[in-house]
């Protein structure tokens, strides 16, 4: 099982749209969640932590359940710029240390 | 801040050649960070340096891939010889601990290797 799994995707939404991303781990002692963005041929840039309480950014939700290992990203009323991927990250302890461990991403597409 | 800064951006390369990429860390970030990104595979951490010392390794895919960061402006990951199964985008991240985990990353090297 990989330590950090996603929807591939392609998620094709129309402008306006909602639309969520699930992300699931395998590492209970998981610390701590992040979710980046990364455009066609850039570099991954963060987007939000996600904290245990849910975290708000505008018009991004993100929201950790700790028991059931599950993290998501809601993006509401979805703009052109939107359509990227979004990474799910994990920070984990490991014997080496901390080190975050990235999902393979889910691509987002928002049409006019 | 200029960000992270790698190079070169591309790279071709013919079977058994060595490629060398280079990385500068943000001024005074302590982590830095190797990884390789694959349509397959996505993004997987090679290697990562606190205060120039290498710390995990394990994602180094073999022997033939090494990485050093000689201080804390520069790194770089050499692969000898390199094989066509190497071609990937190759991306170095740093990141200021004692502020927060966000690690930035650089724009990346388009390695191929034919």
């Known amino acids: 099982r990989k330590e950090v799994e996603q929807d591939p995707g392609p998620f094709n939404v129309p402008e306006g749209a909602t639309v969520a991303f699930n992300c699931t781990y395998s590492n209970s002692a998981s610390q701590s969640f992040f979710w980046y963005r990364q455009d066609c041929r850039k570099e991954p840039k963060l987007l939000m932590s996600v904290y245990s309480s849910g975290n708000e950014d505008g018009r991004f939700t993100a929201q950790l359940n700790r028991a059931s290992q599950y993290i998501s990203l809601l993006i509401r009323d979805s703009k052109l710029s939107d359509s990227a991927t979004y990474l799910c990250?994990?920070?984990?302890?490991?014997?080496?240390?901390?080190?975050?461990?990235f999902g393979t991403g889910t691509r987002l597409a928002v049409r006019p | 801040d200029a960000g992270v800064i790698q190079s070169p951006r591309h790279e071709v390369t013919e079977m058994g050649q060595e490629v060398t990429l280079r990385c500068k860390p943000i001024?005074?970030?302590?982590?830095l960070f190797w990884y390789r990104q694959t349509m397959m595979r996505g993004l997987e951490l090679l290697i990562y340096f606190n205060n120039n010392v290498p710390i995990d390794d394990s994602g180094m895919p073999e022997d033939r891939f090494s990485a050093k960061m000689p201080n804390a402006s520069f790194s770089t990951l050499k692969i000898q010889p390199s094989e066509p199964r190497d071609s990937a985008v190759y991306f170095c991240a740093s990141s200021d601990r004692q502020t927060s985990y966000e690690q930035y990353f650089g724009p990346g090297t388009r390695l191929t290797v034919t």
């Open positions: 990250v994990v920070n984990s302890l490991g014997s080496s240390g901390d080190k975050l461990t």
């Open positions: 001024s005074g970030h302590d982590y």
